[in-house]
């Protein structure tokens, strides 16, 4: 672990390293990833690179309410980035809230998959939600209208953390289980 980690850039550490089944695929056997998104409102150099400064006043209840919203949605075009080679839109939603993090307000997203740009879209809209810019009617309607024109993708990408991505059981060869 320790040389591996010696050699790894500094924004990847491992943590462990397990046996998995031969024909196992990290990233198509994956059944879940979790994102989150840090943003902070006061200024501090020490959150620079890995948070996105917001200073806008913002209504969390409503950022709360939207992000509650994006549950009862499979179809995400609406916050694909174009030119994005899928066959389909749809991902199921197991998570989706903010909570506040120390200096950090945090918005966890947990799904079986995710579209290029998704996660940045969906906070980046949710943002307009918490200035008043759009209301959460509104943002489902974003959600409805299959239009990525609509979607704000301008938070950038220094705010964005893969938190966890989980597996089946079933890609551990069978003495290890």
């Known amino acids: 672990m320790y040389n591996i980690n ?29 994102y989150r998104y840090y943003i902070y409102r006061d200024k501090d150099p020490f959150l620079e690179d890995r948070a996105y400064f917001f200073p806008y006043t913002l209504d969390l209840d409503r950022m709360r309410e939207a992000a509650d919203v994006v549950k009862g949605f499979e179809d995400f075009t609406s916050f694909a980035k174009r030119n994005t080679q899928v066959k389909t ?7 989706s809230y903010w909570e506040r993090e120390g200096k950090c307000w945090v918005y966890h997203v947990k799904a079986n998959r995710f579209l290029r740009g998704m996660v940045r879209g969906l906070v980046g809209t949710m943002l307009q939600v918490g200035r008043g810019k759009i209301g959460v009617d509104e943002f489902a309607d974003i959600l409805r209208g299959r239009d990525n024109q609509l979607a704000d993708f301008s938070t950038p990408g220094h705010g964005l953390f893969l938190f966890q991505v989980s597996f ?10």
Do not use: T
């Open 6 to 34: 010696a050699i790894l850039p500094v924004d990847i550490a491992l943590k462990g390293i397990y046996p998995v089944a031969a024909d196992a695929h990290c990233r198509f056997d994956a059944v879940s990833r979790e």
């Open 168 to 177: 089946p059981v079933s890609i551990l060869p069978e003495n290890k289980l």
């Open 89 to 95: 839109f749809d991902c199921r939603i197991y998570e």
